[in-house]
């Protein structure tokens, strides 16, 4: 029938091959009419209807409309924090989106508390080496980047590195990303001469796994020529 948890599941399966297509706009009004049934369904403080929520917010988030996704999450927030209590790993999950989406909005020292409310909460549950610490990690140097405490900034991104090392391995992509996060920090310290080895490393990385025509790879690239540029060594940034 038309208010069936089947067919919200169908829904939300529809929306994402929208945005997999690069038609995120179409995917809101799927995502809508999901909610609206799983609203009736489950109720609207059940945790299905939370991971409705947060798809919702996700096709937002696609469309640069960050207040909306913040209102949707602030959402999800008070419902596993009822639902699954404030120590619940899906809780810390709920707390990295939105700090994320603050991130967006520039209100970085929000950002912040939050992710650290994550961070906490995860490394209770989860243990030290689990893929959402290194998320934490990785969201925490980005965070504190952007509030130029490259310090704090260089060791969480180290840590985002060494804990997605373990749990994934070397030539993981979350590994290679955090790998490349750590170079962009280590060029915002102004120490370009430790971001270019990482660089070139991540470049021939990405190339093996990706293949060569890959978008990832061309955003390396770009990292990769920026650094060469700022090193004067203009001769090889210009190929990139």
Request: glycine share 4%; net charge negative.
């Amino acid at each position: 029938g038309f208010e069936h948890p089947i067919t919200v599941v169908c829904l939300v399966n529809l929306a994402y091959t929208f945005v997999a297509l690069g038609e995120p706009s179409k995917a809101i009004p799927m995502r809508l009419r999901a909610l609206e049934i799983a609203e009736k369904v489950h109720g609207p403080e059940h945790p299905d209807t939370a991971r409705v929520l947060t798809h919702l917010a996700d096709s937002y988030i696609g469309l640069a409309e960050y207040d909306k996704a913040v209102q949707l999450q602030e959402r999800v927030l008070v419902i596993f924090e009822k639902s699954v209590g404030p120590d619940d790993p899906l809780t810390g999950q709920a707390l990295s989106n939105l700090s994320l989406t603050y991130s967006y909005l520039s209100n970085y020292k929000k950002a912040l508390s939050l992710q650290l409310r994550s961070l906490a909460i995860n490394e209770k549950a989860l243990g030290l080496s689990h893929p959402n610490i290194a998320t934490n990690f990785n969201n925490l140097a980005e965070i504190y980047r952007s509030l130029a405490d490259f310090d704090k900034a260089l060791y969480m991104q180290q840590r985002a590195v060494d804990v997605a090392e373990k749990v994934f391995g070397v030539n993981h992509p979350m590994t290679m990303a955090g790998s490349e996060n750590l170079a962009l920090t280590y060029a915002a310290m102004g120490q370009r001469h430790k971001a270019l080895p990482i660089l070139q490393g991540v470049l021939i990385d990405h190339q093996n796994f990706y293949g060569q025509n890959h978008p990832i790879i061309a955003n390396t690239m770009s990292n990769l020529a920026e650094t060469y540029r700022e090193l004067a060594e203009f001769e090889k940034a210009l190929p990139l």
